[in-house]
């Protein structure tokens, strides 16, 4: 075994990571770096800073992600209409591979050839870190600790806390909390009572939005304007990615928008239970259809929804690094030339519903659809003759099956 000489780990400042930090520094001898996240998981990070400092971490680095996880994976996820198994919208899934690529710049820039991740071994999580540290330097070593020490209960992490003079906080110290995982897309809960999926989730799960029947009894009308399949402004008034996914969020979660009580099939092989609450991602997938609904071509919008399960697949198990992930993205990419418009929803009530669109590139044409005389050329005799020979084949095996 090469001995390891520094190593780069993924640290929220939590317990976990507090622990692997000095489980890794104990283990390995060696220095450890830690590397911080903002995703807008709605966090103070500073005291990560002190914490990591307190157990003698030289280098430590809080870095601000938002608007990168919003421009460079969010909105490109968004623009194919990303659902896993229906229903999921991957917040988790699609902030793994961001989070990796910054722990491999930094094991690059200092020099380090391990990179150390707090995901237990039954998620996904490890499977998409390490899946996209493997794409971006199969160099790298991994070390996951869930996987590695022989820490196999709460109790068993909470003595070695206490071992090892790592504060345990009050809240942390009797049974088990929720395991959760937020950031600016969303909040996920799972864990403890969410494990059996017969029960009814408590009220107390939710943390970003109200429960509908909560919601204000006045709807909210907004307007979402679109540019090339990317949202890019709220009201009328621009924003950056980050601002603009924050501000919707506020709406969303005001109105009850984006709760999801879901049983979805892991990656690893084994069904889960969890609560998403994903409010401006919501309202963004309703009106980003919206705006596809009058610029899209039909065989092209067809065409992206027949991809779209395998692409959500793709970022649900880890391979956003992979070529056929970045292959099906040009292909969605290209499709999203002419999606620029208006979309105005109705908030109200647990729902977000597009009342209206525009675009001054809509394929939409009031004159070729009217009941109304219309002034474009459009013979009905030619109906008569697409029916009659789409129904030929019909026509036959009818016959032949005696009908
Ligand atoms: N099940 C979700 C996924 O695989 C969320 C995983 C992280 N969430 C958590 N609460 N630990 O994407």
């Avoid at 971490?57 to 992600?65: C, N, T």
């Avoid at 591979?97 to 050839?113: D, F, M, N």
């Avoid at 540290?133 to 820490?151: E, G, Y």
């Amino acid at each position: 075994m090469t001995k390891i000489e520094k190593i780069v780990l993924s640290y929220s400042g939590g317990l976990d990571t507090s622990i692997i930090l000095k489980w890794l520094q104990e283990t390995y001898g060696c220095e450890v770096v830690t590397f911080t996240a903002d995703l807008g998981q709605g966090e103070e990070l500073e005291p990560a800073r002190a914490k990591a400092e307190m157990s003698g971490v030289k280098d430590i680095r809080i870095v601000d992600l938002r608007e990168e996880f919003v421009s460079d994976f969010v909105f490109p996820m968004l623009r194919a209409n990303a659902l896993y198994e229906g229903q999921y919208l991957l917040g988790s899934s699609i902030a793994r591979p961001l989070i990796a690529k910054h722990l491999v710049g930094i094991a690059r820039e200092v020099g380090a050839h391990a990179i150390a991740h707090g995901a237990t071994g039954k998620g996904n999580d490890q499977v998409r870190f390490e899946l996209a540290v493997n794409a971006l330097d199969p160099s790298i070593k991994i070390i996951a600790p869930w996987r590695q020490w022989n820490i196999r209960s709460r109790m068993q992490l909470l003595e070695y806390a206490e071992k090892h003079h790592i504060p345990v906080p009050s809240d942390k110290r009797g049974e088990a909390p929720f395991s959760i995982d937020a950031n600016l897309l969303h909040t996920s809960t799972e864990g403890k009572i969410l494990e059996n999926p017969a029960e009814v989730a408590p009220d107390h799960v939710y943390q970003r939005t109200v429960d509908p029947v909560d919601a204000p009894d006045t709807p909210e009308i907004i307007t979402i304007g679109f540019e090339r399949g990317d949202p890019v402004s709220v009201n009328g008034k621009s924003m950056t990615p980050a601002a603009l996914l924050t501000e919707l969020n506020g709406l969303g979660g005001r109105h009850g928008i984006g709760r999801l009580d879901l049983v979805e099939n892991r990656f690893i092989g084994m069904k889960s239970r969890g609560i998403y609450e994903t409010p401006g991602g919501t309202i963004l997938l309703t009106a980003h259809r919206g705006i596809e609904s009058i610029t899209l071509d039909r065989a092209a919008a067809h065409l992206k929804d027949e991809i779209m399960p395998r692409y959500s697949e793709l970022i649900y198990n880890g391979f956003w690094f992979a070529p056929e992930r970045e292959m099906l993205q040009a292909l969605i990419d290209q499709s999203q030339t002419f999606v620029s418009g208006e979309v105005t929803l109705r908030l109200y009530k647990g729902s977000a519903s597009v009342i209206s669109r525009t675009s001054p590139l809509s394929l939409y044409s009031a004159d070729l659809v009217t009941f109304e005389e219309s002034a474009i050329a459009y013979d009905h005799h030619d109906a008569e003759g697409f029916i009659r020979l789409n129904g030929l084949r019909l026509r036959s095996w009818a016959a032949r099956n005696g009908r």
